[in-house]
């Protein structure tokens, strides 16, 4: 089934000589696509500092020497953000995986449900919300007809310590390493 969203651009701002505000040319305004089981990805932005450096075009700079690791679906290491549309086709889901991040889910099309390790539920739709604060979790499209496309605000954190116990990033589910970020 081909997907029914098309790639979503982007429109970076920068400055030129004489201060005035401008759109940046650095960096492709069309995004790729990138598969993993379950769903369909966009690398937007990513920032790998924090406060972000702008001066010089440093943030952009970064990007471009970093676009090797957009094709494999990463996390930001503390203070770090990333930008990522995901699309889920009918039926898509994730496994359920942990990662050092606060991320800010927002439904922009269809619906999800983000299910929690506890077997708690919600459904969301679009224009809800869903703050994931470094939980053991997974997301799934109920619809069996419609795609779903979430836009995620991922912020790299330190893991979270709970009664005396240290929850560390879990991408086993993926196939990767759990120290792998």
Sequence with gaps: MSRPFENPK???????????????????????????????????YTTFE????????TDI???QSNKENEVNISFPKPGAVILRYCDWPPGGSSPLHRHE???????VRGE???????GETRLLKA??????????HAWRNPSPTQ?????FVIQGSSPVNIGGKVMHQD????GKPTEDA
């Design 112 to 118: 999800m449900e983000a299910i929690m390790d506890s």
């Design 10 to 44: 982007r429109y970076v701002t920068t400055h030129n000589a004489e201060g005035k505000a401008v759109f940046s040319g650095d960096l492709a305004e069309s995004l790729p696509a990138y598969e993993i089981p379950g769903m369909s990805f966009y690398e937007a």
């Design 127 to 136: 224009g809800d919300l869903l703050v994931q604060r470094n939980t053991l």
């Design 50 to 57: 924090a406060p972000v450096n702008m001066n010089d075009e």
């Design 171 to 174: 991408l086993t589910r993926f």
């Design 101 to 107: 991040t606060m991320d800010f889910g927002i439904v």
């Design 61 to 63: 700079k970064a990007i």
């Design 147 to 151: 795609y779903a496309r979430v836009i």
